[in-house]
Structures are given as structure tokens and as C-alpha cells.
């Protein structure tokens, strides 16, 4: 595109060129002719020159000197006619080109209107265009210079179309790119978070199930360790509940390694009894256990939350609060779940929140739900759980 533009100003300095001896030569017999015809072919020139190189900057400058050179070229091409008429198509090409609005639409009536007159006044006088003679045997001529000059303004405009399209196609392109672009930053950020969130997830998972089912496998080999010179047949079942344990250790650390959530087939009130009773199988721990019949027709995720909640509230009971006795009471109220965990532990004056305190707000919030503590030294602790359905 760049060698067709410069080829283009080359091709524009012959014609220039070639104009002024044009100008030389029809005025060759008038010295005076030839200054007079000299100055203004110069001045059209000049103006040009300035107009292209440092009059685009302002608008109204740019168009005053546009129109003078439309006024001047047509002076100039009236006098002399014969191959000045080119001069006139390279300003009706800049027209087109360079312009654009009402001042384009004037401009080009004007140059067109200017370049049909010249035509027609410069072979007869303004009495002979009245009389027929002059139309028989000059409008073939009017109407051939008229259709060549119709058609290169067409191509001009046609060209002129095409380049806005491309500009437009061009700045579509360039924009869809750049939106590309900021998808694929945007695609990678979300991954980014989508990783990040399954590896809390899969630690949660970690902390919440197998964390559990440890603390309640220690519990179960302690008391073995304890009663096995007193009571053989007792030490065999906590050992045989503690493979169990074992097992299921196994099995959540495989889902939390591939990232599997757990799918609870029975309902909530059988997953919860379940929890309770690898945690009463020790006979250390005595919980009870108030739930709600219609707990079990909530939603699988729901169910899932809750679970892993108790089982994090049991498990900081127990290894953290030194409990003997957890109370755990679900009720289901205008579409609300309230989940109320509390145990006759320790207790505490101030709270500090571990991981596993942590992951049940995290676990609870996500689900537009609230969590509440109640605590004091020596009088237990208590979590509140509500989740709206």
C-alpha cells in the first residue's frame, strides 16, 4: 500500500510537471500570457503544496484553500484548455478522497458544475449555446466528457467506500482482538481461581473427613491400648471398629485426591447417625441428637454442608473442648435451616478460629448462610449454623 501511495505522488508531480509546459508552450507567441498563466498555475501549486503539508491540521483552512484552488484551477483550464483539464480531475480526486460532510457534497456539485461549464462555454460564446447549430454538433462531445467524468467520480467513490470499509473492517478486527485477548487474561485469572478453590476445597475435604474419622480412630485405639490386658473381647471390637475407621480413612483421602465430592445416598438423618456413632463407639463421648423430619427432603448440597459441619463441630468437641456430651438439635423454619451444635467442654473467654472453624464459615457463607459462637471458660461452647433454603 505504501509503494502504490508513493508511486501515486510520483505520478502527480509528472502531471504537474507536464502541465506547465503545457502552459509554455500554448502561450509561447504572449510573453504576457505566459507570466500571467505562469503566476496563477504557481499560485494553484503552492497552495496545493501548503494545503497538503500543513493546512490538514485546521479544518477551515484545509477548505478555503480546497476552494481556491477549485476557483483557480478552473481560470487556469478555461484560458488554456487541452491537457490543463487533468488538473481538474486531481482536484475532483482530492475532493472525493479528502473531504467529507456538506462541505463534500458542495464542493463536488461545484467542481463538476465548474468543469461542465468550462466545457461548454470555453467552445462557443454565451449567444451560440441558445442556438441549435451549437447543440448538433457539440453534444455528442458535452456528453461523452460529462459520462467520463461521471464515471471517474463513480470509481473515486466506489474506491472511496471500499477503503472506509476496510478501515472499519480493520478497526473491528483490531478491537476483537484485543477483546480476545482480555478473555484469554480473563480465562487464565479464572482458572487461576478455579484451582485456587479446588485446592481449599480438596483440603477441606481433607480436614473435615479424614480429620474426623482420625481423631475418632485414635479415640478407638486408646481405649483399646487401655482395656486390652482387662478385656480381651472389648479390645477385639475397638480394633475391628478402629479397621473400619481405618477404612473409611482411605476411602476419603481417594476423594479428596481426586477431588470427588461425596455423594450421600441415604438421607441426612442417617448420614448424621452414622458420625455420631464412630464417635460414640469410644464410649467416651455420649451425643444427642435432635432433628427435624423434614431435614431429610433438603437439597444433596445442603445435606452435604451440614454433615461436614457436624463433623468439624464434633471433632473440635472432642480434641479440642475435652467434651464428654455434644447436643446437636436441627430444626427447619419458614425455609430456614438452624443447625445448633454445643458440648459441656471447656470452653473459652476468646475465640480463636483454627482451620476448622474456618472452613465451616467458608463452607457455610458460600451458601448465603450465617454462623454464630457462644463460649465462656468452663461452661462448653456452642455453634449456631442458619442457612437459608
Known sequence: MSKLVKSFGYLHII?????????????RNSEKDIWIFFICF???QINDYLRICYFYKDHRI????????VILSSIVVFNLAAYSDVYMFLILYEIIFYSSGKIFRLLMVLEISLYIGLMIFRTAAIGDITSFEFWKNNILDLIMSTLLLLSYSFACLSYRALLREKRRVDTLNEELEQSYNKLE???????????????????????DNLGHTLVALNM???VAQNLIDRDIEKSKGLISKSRVLTKD????LRKAVYALKEENPGSLTDSIKRIIENVES???VKVNLNIDENSDDLLLSFKDTICNSIKEALTNSIKHGKANQVNIDIKIVNDNAHITINDNGLGCDTLTKGNGLVGIENRILSMGGKVTYNSEKGKGFEIGIELSL
Open 15 to 27: 502531471l504537474r510537471a507536464s502541465m506547465l509546459i503545457d502552459v509554455f508552450y500554448r502561450c
Open 249 to 252: 480413612s482411605l476411602n476419603d
Open 185 to 207: 487474561d480473563q480465562s487464565k485469572k479464572i482458572e487461576e481461581l478455579v484451582i485456587t478453590e479446588e485446592r481449599n476445597r480438596i483440603a477441606g475435604e481433607i480436614h
Open 62 to 69: 484545509y477548505y478555503a484553500s480546497l476552494f481556491a484552488s
Open 220 to 222: 478407638n485405639l486408646d
Open 282 to 284: 469410644v464410649g467416651k
Open 42 to 44: 504557481l499560485l494553484v
